[in-house]
């Protein structure tokens, strides 16, 4: 379920570095920000106290915006080199942590769920929550949307295009700032609600960063760098090695198996599940 | 403005050519080896490496020992940049080669012997620095880029996990802490990291000024031209990581008799990888003087200069550390180190 | 004989301290081929990259009255100015056909585009046949194909190439030969830079040789021909 | 450098308080270790000279906490070290405290093996170091012990599972704690497992449980995933009551970051959330507290660090008045055995050192009520209270604020 | 016994077969050329010598060994070595540098060997670059860059050279002048095999053709039978040539 989640964040981390060539690490502090600007405008102690769904899109919105300030105001001036952007995207997500402590402190939170509500599966045995179904569906959604964008659409293959070859794009008539601001826009979008689930079935904290941009890290490598697809299915993957890890080796192993797994699949594939062959043997 | 500088060089130039003689001498003697410099260079060198020996003798504690702590992240940084910074193949998994090291000498000393000597647990630890290096270099180098750097990044996740895992052994997240410290004497504790440091400084800058250092950075630069020059590019990775990993190892074992102990916070954590990279980029990468540079100008900011000399609180502190290291980042991205060199170069008066 | 379609006044480009073009000026007309010869280095992809906008330059260049600094370089291609370069610029991991489609990315024209697109695959056969191979490994003949067929795509009205002849099989130059003399006579412009003297001097009515950076000669083909020094220097003695 | 250590009889003497402050635990520990100070320069200070706080943030990392450490005790030469929350920042400098001879009063972590490693080995080398709270985790298991008793006593809770985070701090819970409460012939463990600290996904260890018929879950958890549990399970509606031990549920401010999700859930803190009359000095504390800090930044109560840096200070206080000196160079011994002796009354309950010859030699000891169950380790819970939630203490009896309540979906 | 012998040789891309059974061979001194239409597996099977490509089928034989499995640099370092269609020099490197790479040992102990400067001078020299050694490649006009590419090639010293269209983008002065150079190497004693589409240039040069087409043989001859040869004529050359 969450897994849907996980692939949402893959590929607008995915879709910033193919296009730009930016390892933009600050990803996971996008998600984060997405998280803490719902809960300002959501929370019941809050000033605001917005109905969910108004705080959700606000949350989706402000994060769009977020992404698109950090290219424009950044990224842009340093994107040749991508060691610096990386780093560069490094410290901006250290720097959000820390501004996010003074301004939250540092406990975790725990957002209200954009819908309420659990129906128990008898037949798996597990509980679901309304917003766990959500959040499934909204992915889904977003992800299908982005594929029929960039697949089936001259404007949307102009953003594949770009990430081969800016040259090429600029040849063929492509605005290549508007692609990239709209790359960085849909990123952003996608970490804003990938952010709200994240905080609502797991927490919000100034911490909240790291682990999905590693997990997205991960889901980008396995994928293979640039494919959507292949984030998608590396998602599940991960999603389920994780699972079964846990089943097999106990939980004192978590996680090993399926990092172990994954070197495996890079070893016998160098370019990711779909990745792009940049050797021919 | 282009006046100003040009008087600006004029009086420096002038500094510079008294120094010449100087710089020449060592120029004759060790220029094919270390580079030429001028006599403002000459002064660079000698002079930050005259501070730092005695450093003890003109710092208070708190400084002395934020530079003992740097000494040892030199060390780190450099070790890093002579693999990453000159191939070109980033590493973030560096982090796992110190910690190798530091915890062999731990686990050593918890699980076999408590009364192991230093000579041997010190050539293990390295040694185990090594082994790990190729473990991780081996199937890693197979794969370029971002591939690479993950793995690297998965290296550290997987030690990362498998300590809890096995904690009889590892001690878990708390891990060690029953190592012996050199000393606790802050100033005899200063030299026994900084003149490792040295020493490992020279023997890699010997190393990168040599055809070695070349060939490394054609890989970086082009990989199918150094396998079309008849070099086989692939044992020239895995030996740089090798060369990489010992001085990772001894910098691990630094460490570890720094503390008086391990933990994975401490030695594992990508943190502390993606430390090495910041300070390494920071400095100037691909130089190793670069890295050692950039190890005390970040060390000392962040452990002496906005703690104790500013007194900030915690989350200030870092915002503030943050917000200078992105401005530099954006700012000088050649590194602190590197612009300074070159910006001597300007000023010296022309060589010969 | 109507306004000239694209002018270039007293062209000046700067790499760094070396003066690659110096005061270059040349106008086409519209329908013309024109050919741009000179030896290596002499600075003709410099020129046309500072039409296209790839490099910064000092002088004025104008298409179709519109001074071109002021102009974007996508909005260039939009109005009907395509530059087909001497580095191909492919997208390695497309698709030939979705190389091709790229190049009508901006066109709005449907039925016209799917008309072009039979006209390149009837052009290049080859491509026809590997429409779903990715242009990387395509070899360096089939992707010069490629790169002529995209920028046929975008429905030029004036045509920029750099160099088309380049890596090509004598069979397929001659191809391209009787393609470019097709379009021209409906009506396109073509600026040809080119190393293979010959094959410029075949097809463009009006010619110009640079030599490092300079215009050393400017006249018809015939005039051209005639030259003792061209003759020489550049068609060689067979 | 040598001469280190201040101690001589002139001079301000200077406390060194180390613990997280970015945390609310912290921070809590912290602003009480400045009432305790205050307290203490209003009566005249230590042995009549002025006392000084000298807080320092160890970032809950080893590596900052040496360096904190090395700080005071080199740099600042303070008298006295307070503090430390973090077990790995505990241990990582426990041997250079050691060497350096400077009492140390632990007063956040439970981490046994602080003692029964160190003391238990070598007590000459590790004398000057003491916990004077909280009681350590074997002996916090053994009163969870209890607590299932009396739950069951209650409520008829009889299947308990056990849910702990895979750390070190949890190893008492998942060794000793099961044996605790399958002594009670009525009570069975039913399940058990260990959460890796990056767990994130709790659904399958609650369904677990469930499955298993569980009445009660014990969790035991420190880090920031404690939210999500609480909510997975409160928007879940799983049939058990849980209970346990959760660090950040300890914060005043838990209701609101988990929107009300942690209704009904409880934790056992020392100090009871400042919620119950533990002892004299309980009341006055707290309202000191809430006083100086109540409307700033949170916590608005002082948390269980709080309470234990507040009664350790004042404790050594104590100490070196009875000992008549402060001076542990040349007199630790003095000082040590005074500790020893020392029978002291604490905001958070009564406490006393254990000797050298005991299983946890200067650790704090546990109290016990007639019935031979551990009584210094209160339960607290959250209670309804009009629209919002409150702390209330439920266990032991005699200290209780209310009733243990069980979640109105069972 | 030949210097080079190609036999058999077979390269696929998944379903697409771009040599197919193709066998030829060069003998010592000889310049042979490789000619063929676009996409006809020209430059696969250098890549299949070169050990860039894994051969499908067949055996590669250098100077009496077996090299079909070898890596590049071995390839390298038995003295075959090849200036590729695309020209790559190090761009942060000047000439020297770009040059002084390729005449390292393949050594990890060799921390100070390689050409002196004088032998970097030399070997720029045989093909006219001497004036631009400490210039940045993407300094040097084209044609000075595929020099470059040239005289690395030649600082590995190699017995057998394979020249991917080195005629192309250059002028007919340039071509003649190349050519010549060409021959001079041969003459100093190296053999050569050069593909090209500029066959003015080429028919001059070389002794022999081979032709390729589809992966296939398709031709051998001298320079004059096959300018005759009717399939030629038919598949590549459309009346060009002599
Ligand atoms: N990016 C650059 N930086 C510096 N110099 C350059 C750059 N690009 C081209 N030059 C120089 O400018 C001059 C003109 O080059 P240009 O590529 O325009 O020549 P050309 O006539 O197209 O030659 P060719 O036939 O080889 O393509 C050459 O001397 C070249 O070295
Ligand atoms: N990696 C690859 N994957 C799939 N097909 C390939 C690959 N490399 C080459 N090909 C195909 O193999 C055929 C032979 O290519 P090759 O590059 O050898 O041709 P060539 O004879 O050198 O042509 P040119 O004269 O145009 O350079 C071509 O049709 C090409 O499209
Ligand atoms: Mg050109
Ligand atoms: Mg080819």
Known sequence: MISAVYALIAIGFTMIFGVGGVLNLAHGALIMLGAFTYLAFTSTAGALSLPPIVGFLLAVVVTAAASYALYAGLVKYIEDNIVITFLATVVVALLLTELIIIQFGSAPSQLIPVVSGTIYLEAVGTRLRYVQLLAFGVSWVAIGALWYYVTKTDEGRSILATSMSTRGAELTGVNLQKVKSRTWLIAGAFAGIAGVFIGTLQSTSPEMWLSPLALAFIIVVIGGIGSIKGSVIAAYLIGYLETASVEILGPSFQGVLSLVVLVAILLMRPNGLFGRELVHE | MSSATDRLSTATGRIDQSLQPLADVYNRLFGDYFGEMNGLQFVLIFGTAAALLTAPFWGNFGLVRAMTVAAIWAIFAMSWDIQSGYTGYISFGHSVLSGAAGYTTAMLIHNVNPELSMMITIPVSILAALVVGLLVALPSLRLTGPYFSLITFVSVLIFYRLIPSFSQYTGGETGIQSVEVFTYDPFARYYYMIIPMFLIAIVLTLIARSNIGLILMSIRENEAAVNAAGINATKFKIFSFALSSIPMGIGGVLLVHFGGGVDPTTFIVVDRSIEMIAIAVLGGMSSILGPLGGAFFLVVLRDYVLTEIAGFPSPIRWTVFWGLVLVVLVFVRDGLFRKLWHGLDRFGGDRR | ?238 | MGGVGGGGGDGTFKIGHLGPTELQMGRGAERSAELAVSELNDNGGILDRDVELLSRDTGGAPSEGERVTEDLVQSEQVDLLVGTFVSEVTQGIIDFVAEMDVPFVITGSADPATITDNHGEDYETYKNIVRTGPINSDLQAEGMGGYASYLNEQHGFENFSILADDAAWTGSFRDILPDEIESNDDLSVVHQDRMSVETSNFNPFLDAADEADADVVMRFIAHGGAAAFTSTWAQNEYPFALEGISVPGMSPEFWGATEGACLYETTSQSGAGGVAELTDRTKPFVDAYEEEFGGGDPPSKPMYMGFNSYDGILFYAQAAEDAGTADYESDLDGIVESMLDLEFTGAAGEISLYGEDADYPNDVRETRNDDDIISNFPVTQWQEDGDGGVVECVYPEPDATSEHVVPEWI | MSLLEVDGLTKKFGGLVAVDDFSFEADEGEIVGLIGPNGSGKSTVFNCIMGRYDVTEGSIRFDGSDITDDATHEVVNKGLSRVSQESNPIQEMPVAGNIKLFTLPNKLTSFYGGATDEEIYEYAARIDIEDKLHEMPDELPHADVRRLEIAKSLATEPELMLLDEPFAGMNQAEITELADQIEQFRDEGMTMIVVDHNMGGLMELVDRIVVLNNGDFLAEGTPEEIAENEHVQEAYLAGEGL
């Open chain 3, 1 to 238: 004989m109507t306004d000239p379609i694209l002018e270039v006044e007293d062209l000046n480009v700067y790499y760094g301290k070396s003066h690659a073009l110096k005061g270059v000026s040349l106008s086409i007309d519209e329908g013309e081929i024109y050919g741009v010869i000179g030896p290596n280095g002499a600075g003709k992809t410099t020129m046309l990259n500072a039409i296209a906008g790839f490099v910064d330059y000092e002088g004025a260049i104008r298409y179709d009255g519109t001074d071109l600094a002021t102009v974007n370089p996508q909005q260039i291609v939009r109005d009907g100015l395509i530059y087909c370069t001497e580095d191909r610029d492919l997208f390695p991991f497309f698709s030939v056909h979705e190389n091709l489609l790229m190049g009508a990315q901006f066109r709005d024209d449907r039925g016209a585009v799917q008309d072009d697109l039979d006209m390149v695959y009837e052009l290049f056969p080859r491509l026809d046949e590997r429409r779903e191979q990715e242009a990387e490994t395509m070899s360096g003949g089939e992707q010069q194909m490629l790169a002529v067929g995209r920028a046929l795509m975008s429905d030029p009205d004036v045509l920029m190439l750099d160099e088309p002849t380049l890596g090509l099989a004598p069979v397929i130059i001659q191809d391209i030969s009787d393609a470019l003399e097709r379009l021209s006579d409906q009506g396109l412009t073509i600026l040809l830079a080119e190393q293979n003297s010959t094959f410029a001097l075949r097809h463009a009515e009006r010619l110009s040789l640079i030599e490092t950076g300079e215009i050393e000669l400017a006249g018809t083909s015939e005039e051209f021909h005639g030259n003792e020094y061209v003759r020489e220097a550049y068609v060689g003695v067979h």
